[in-house]
């Protein structure tokens, strides 16, 4: 597998505590359930693979990886990517039935006003951050009183007359 076949889903840090976790950033396609066994890109492009055996968000965003000789390296490196192939993303979006809805089109009254941008959970529900052709950003909550529907290229929304005023 080339490295370009692969997406970055977050990035480590260089602290590790002394149960043996590293910190780590995640990226804006990240899901928690990408964290199983991943792709480590350093600087100096040597790329490990290597199992996530645990999570801890207590204080920010730590992972543990199976491999503590590979922790120490990636800390030390303090840049390292972690990846995943646009295979596994799609395999372990379709097999946890998570809808990826960065890149639909938002259509409101039978017009494409722009596209999803970004997404993330407010504890309660979905928002979806949609970037409008107008190049003004709009956040629309995903639930039914603004979600018609949704079809494999689009989010048909309804009731955001007083969100697009904002």
Do not use: W
């Amino acid at each position: 597998m080339e490295i370009s076949a692969l997406i970055t889903i977050g990035r480590l840090g260089k602290s590790i505590d002394k149960n043996g976790f590293i910190t780590f950033k995640p990226e804006k396609i990240f899901q928690p359930s990408f964290l199983t066994n991943v792709f480590l890109l350093f600087t100096d492009n040597r790329v490990r693979y290597v199992t996530v055996t645990e999570t801890d968000q207590q204080k920010g965003f730590k992972i543990k990886i199976d491999d503590a000789e590979v922790v120490l390296e990636a800390a030390i490196d303090g840049r390292v990517q972690v990846k995943l192939s646009k295979e596994d993303i799609g395999n372990l979006l379709k097999s946890r039935k998570i809808k990826c809805f960065t890149g639909m089109n938002i259509i409101f009254e039978k017009k494409d006003i722009g596209k999803v941008v970004d997404v993330f959970n407010n504890s309660a529900y979905d928002v979806l951050v949609v970037e409008l052709d107008s190049g003004k950003e709009l956040m629309i909550p995903k639930v039914d009183y603004y979600v018609e529907r949704i079809n494999k290229e689009s989010i048909f929304v309804k009731n955001i007359e007083g969100l697009l005023k904002l």
